[in-house]
């Protein structure tokens, strides 16, 4: 099993693109053996030290395989929903790891 953390920035003012944006493409991790485990959109509160801006939602989500992730990247369903990622998102962290 292969975990992904995302640290997800959108642009000010995008957050319903970027919803349609969740909506479309995280139905597809299931057919790619993959699985949203979290999904947190965190108050500033939330937050006890930062030394970086705070994302605006935070994933954690897992594969069965490297190559199954590789194969939802390049998911032809998945890529023509792109526009939408690129008009709504500033910026991802992709954290990769691995259960201790």
Known sequence: MIYYTQLIFIKPG???????????VL?????????????????????IESSSELPYEIHLVTFK??????????DPK???FMEMKNNSVEKITLIEGFAL
């Open 14 to 24: 995008c957050e319903n693109e970027f919803h349609a944006f969740e909506d479309k």
């Open 78 to 80: 998945r890529l023509s």
């Open 27 to 47: 139905p597809l991790l299931k057919e790619h053996n993959g699985e949203l485990v979290y999904r947190i959109r965190p108050d500033k509160s939330a937050f």
């Open 65 to 74: 395989s490297k190559t199954d992730f590789e194969s939802y990247k390049i």
